[in-house]
T-cell receptor, first 114, second 113 residues
Framework: GNSVTQMEGPVTLSEEAFLTINCTYT??????LFWYVQYPGEGLQLLLK?????DKGSNKGFEATYRKETTSFHLEKGSVQVSDSAVYFC?????????????FGTGTRLTVIP | DAEITQSPRHKITETGRQVTLACHQT?????MFWYRQDLGHGLRLIHY???????NKGEVSDGYSVSRSNTEDLPLTLESAASSQTSVYFC????????????FGAGSRLTVL
């Protein structure tokens, strides 16, 4: 079946530090991969996505590369800001098997301190 | 601007009572979803709908029901609320183009005493 595993949080970083949040997935076909972000008190919103192997999604300084050989989609940012404090969710969707729904990881809480 | 609205935002109820959480979207999206968010579990799919009169069970559907009588609304009903249903509930919608980017509501926090 489909599943997403992401690194346990919480993650606490100083401003301008480098961020990596690991995400690996299990899927029977060729999923599309997503990172969603949830700011305090809000719903989730799409951060970036990649639809096929070796695609790189990017947005707001965040990047993630779809690695089929390692079944990974790690989120990175070179220099985090206090405003990046949020919960980050890795997710996948697999159309080919008819599973037209997103499977989410458990979320990783990031806190950036000044 | 188009939006997706959930109500109520906060609800406290007692065990055994029926509760309905409303979700209304003005994106004209065909697909609508209900998730619950719990610590250590992330988001889990409760029910979803691909169009009017279509409803499907998700991963954790027991104790919940939905109905889709129009494009805009997908209310979630807890027939007999249980303490295990204390959670934050998110409604989401997406179009049918295949991009499957979900737009989420702000969430409804339900406490069952």
């Amino acid at each position: 079946g489909n599943s997403v595993t992401q690194m346990e949080g919480p993650v606490t970083l100083s401003e301008e530090a480098f961020l990596t949040i690991n995400c690996t997935y299990t899927a029977t076909g060729y999923p599309s991969l997503f990172w969603y972000v949830q700011y305090p008190g809000e719903g989730l919103q799409l951060l970036l996505k990649a639809t096929k192997a070796d695609d790189k999604g990017s947005n707001k300084g965040f990047e993630a590369t779809y690695r089929k050989e390692t079944t990974s989609f790690h989120l990175e940012k070179g220099s985090v800001q206090v405003s990046d404090s949020a919960v980050y969710f890795c997710a996948l969707i697999e159309y080919q098997t008819g599973a037209n729904n997103l499977f989410f990881g458990t979320g990783t809480r990031l806190t950036v301190i000044p | 601007d188009a939006e997706i609205t959930q109500s109520p935002r906060h609800k406290i109820t007692e065990t055994g009572r029926q509760v309905t959480l409303a979700c209304h979207q003005t994106w004209n999206h065909n697909n609508m979803f209900w998730y619950r968010q719990d610590l250590g579990h992330g988001l889990r799919l409760i029910h979803y709908s691909y169009g009017v009169q279509d409803t499907n069970k998700g991963e954790v559907s027991d104790g919940y029901s939905v109905s889709r009588s129009n494009t805009e609304d997908l209310p979630l009903t807890l027939e007999s609320a249980a303490s295990s249903q204390t959670s934050v509930y998110f409604c989401a919608s997406s179009d049918s183009t295949g991009a499957n980017v979900l737009t989420f509501g702000a969430g409804s926090r339900l406490t069952v005493l």
